[in-house]
C-alpha cells in the first residue's frame, strides 16, 4: 500500500502563496520507486467535481499543468524524500478547493488513472 499525506493549505488573502507538500510512504512505493510513481495534484472545489491541477513524472521530472494552474502553479519533488511539493502564486479565490496529492504508475492528468490518494488539504482564498 502506499499512503500519502498532504500538508500547507490554510486561508490566504487573493494574490497571496502557499506552499502544499505530499508525503508519500509504504513499501509499495518504496519497492515501485525506480521506474516508478507519477505524482499528481488534483483539487475539488465544493459541488464540482474533482479535477486536474499538475503532474510530475518521478524519475524523469516532466511535468504538465491544466490550464489554471500554468504560470502560476510549480510542481517539484524530492525523490530522496519521497515528496511532492505545489508551489502556488498569485492564488484567486476560484482556486479555493481542496487539493489532493496523488499517485500513479502512468504519467498524466486523468483522474481515473491515479491508484493512490491522499486525505485533502483545504485552501481558502479571500477575495
Known amino acids: 500500500q502506499v499512503q500519502l499525506v498532504e500538508s500547507g493549505g490554510g486561508l490566504v488573502q487573493a494574490g497571496g502563496s502557499l506552499r502544499l507538500s505530499c508525503a508519500a510512504s509504504g513499501r509499495s512505493f518504496r519497492s515501485y520507486s525506480m521506474g516508478s510513481y507519477s505524482m499528481g495534484w488534483f483539487r475539488q472545489a465544493p459541488g464540482k467535481e474533482r479535477e486536474f491541477v499538475a503532474a510530475?513524472?518521478?524519475?524523469?521530472?516532466?511535468?504538465y499543468y491544466a490550464t489554471s494552474a500554468k504560470a502560476r502553479f510549480t510542481i517539484s519533488r524530492d525523490s530522496a524524500k519521497n515528496t511532492v511539493d505545489l508551489q502556488m502564486n498569485s492564488l484567486k479565490p476560484e482556486d479555493t478547493a481542496v487539493y489532493y496529492c496523488?499517485?500513479?504508475?502512468?504519467?498524466?492528468?486523468?483522474?481515473?488513472?491515479?491508484?493512490?490518494w491522499g486525505q485533502g488539504t483545504q485552501v481558502t482564498v479571500s477575495s
Open positions: 496523488a499517485a500513479s504508475k502512468f504519467f498524466g492528468a486523468t483522474t481515473s488513472q491515479y491508484d493512490y
Open positions: 510530475i513524472s518521478w524519475n524523469s521530472g516532466t511535468t
